[in-house]
């Protein structure tokens, strides 16, 4: 997840984005299943501790088949205040795959996380737990024989979070068990600051019961205007433990659209000072009693803002990089509508994104 902050019971404003684009998917090369290009079009919604999304993509040959999917999810997370957080979120999600290879599955995933900060550094453990059922329809040597598999999972990961310089890394290592096998996984990603834009990078190695996947991906994401977005993406995505689904090569690119966000105030975030590496926030006044401006540049440790102006305000230094930030009002999550970059993590809960430029 992108930041350790937040409350079920916060009153975040509700968002909703529509993405359209394009992908292209190859198999593994030992699964009888032809590449395909498909259109995409589909929308995200966060509100408060809600989020969902659902996406539909028409294969460009006939030959290939049509998919839908989607998802819906709560997450419930601790405050900011401290050095040690938790957290819970519960997703369930559908995906159905049409002719020539109908396959539907049903799942639901549980992931519980307990976290420790100390600096600008966070190491979490991480719980999974899943379970489903998926109904594949035979054609070819059974005659339309539907094949029914019930699909359970559960494991463990730890997961460390330091920042080097201009860069956000993530590390960690996963195992799992399911039904159909033993499951391990090494990992490390990071992002960093692109001209007006991010990029990030990660690698990925599994042991699974068929051997070794090596999996990596690259994004870019770039704003073209107050309510457009570009995402890039490349890599080889990785097995599903719970779906007993091998890696696969794919790419897209997507316009993501913000359909729906509150008016924006005055500008939330202004670079000053001599070599522009102090951050000014500025957050409307509506009568809270307490905010508190949280990022991964003050290791999520809250800064009391002060009321000015009919506006609660604070400076903070800030090196070059990519950063991810929020507010707590009156103890609650809150992320404005015209904070730059709004992102939506695995588990639902937005971030601002600040990027701050090398000198």
Do not use: C
């Amino acid at each position: 997840m992108v930041g350790w902050v937040g409350s079920a019971h916060a009153q975040q404003e509700a968002r909703v984005f529509i993405d359209a684009g394009i992908s292209h998917a190859r198999p593994p090369a030992d699964v009888d299943i032809e590449p395909g290009t498909y259109g995409l079009l589909g929308g995200r919604f966060v509100a408060g501790p809600a989020f969902g999304s659902l996406y539909g993509a028409l294969a460009t040959d006939p030959d290939v088949a049509d998919w839908v999917g989607g998802q819906l999810g709560l997450w419930y997370q601790s405050s900011g205040a401290g050095r040690l957080g938790w957290a819970v979120t519960g997703v369930g999600s559908a995906f159905a795959l049409g002719d020539p290879s109908p396959y539907k599955a049903v799942m639901a995933r549980l992931i519980p996380e307990a976290q420790v900060r100390a600096g600008r550094t966070a190491v979490i453990l991480r719980g999974f737990g899943g379970i489903g059922r998926s109904d594949v329809t035979d054609a070819v040597s059974a005659g339309d024989t539907s094949i029914v598999t019930e699909l359970w999972m559960y494991g463990g990961g730890l997961e460390v979070t330091p920042s080097v310089g201009s860069y956000r890394i993530w590390t960690g290592a996963e195992a799992y068990d399911s039904q159909g096998g033993t499951y391990l996984a090494a990992y490390v990603r990071t992002v960093g600051p692109l001209m007006r834009g991010i990029w990030g990078a990660g690698f990925k190695l599994w042991d699974t019961p068929t051997g070794t996947e090596p999996t990596f991906n690259i994004t870019l994401t770039f704003p073209i205007g107050p309510r457009l977005s570009t995402e890039l993406t490349f890599g080889r995505s990785g097995p599903d433990p719970l779906l007993n689904s091998p890696a696969a090569v794919d790419g897209s690119f997507v316009v993501s659209w913000t359909a729906y966000a509150p008016s924006p105030p005055p500008p939330l975030i202004t670079l000053v000072g001599d070599d522009r590496n102090e951050v000014f926030f500025r957050l409307k006044d509506d009568g809270e009693d307490n905010v508190s401006l949280l990022g991964d540049f003050s290791a999520w440790e809250p800064i009391a803002m002060r009321r000015e102006d009919g506006h609660w305000v604070v400076t903070v230094p800030v090196p070059p990089g990519v950063y991810h930030f929020g507010f707590l009002v009156d103890g609650e999550w809150y992320v404005p509508a015209e904070a730059p970059g709004i992102v939506t993590d695995e588990f639902g809960q937005l971030n601002g994104t600040l990027v701050v430029p090398e000198k």
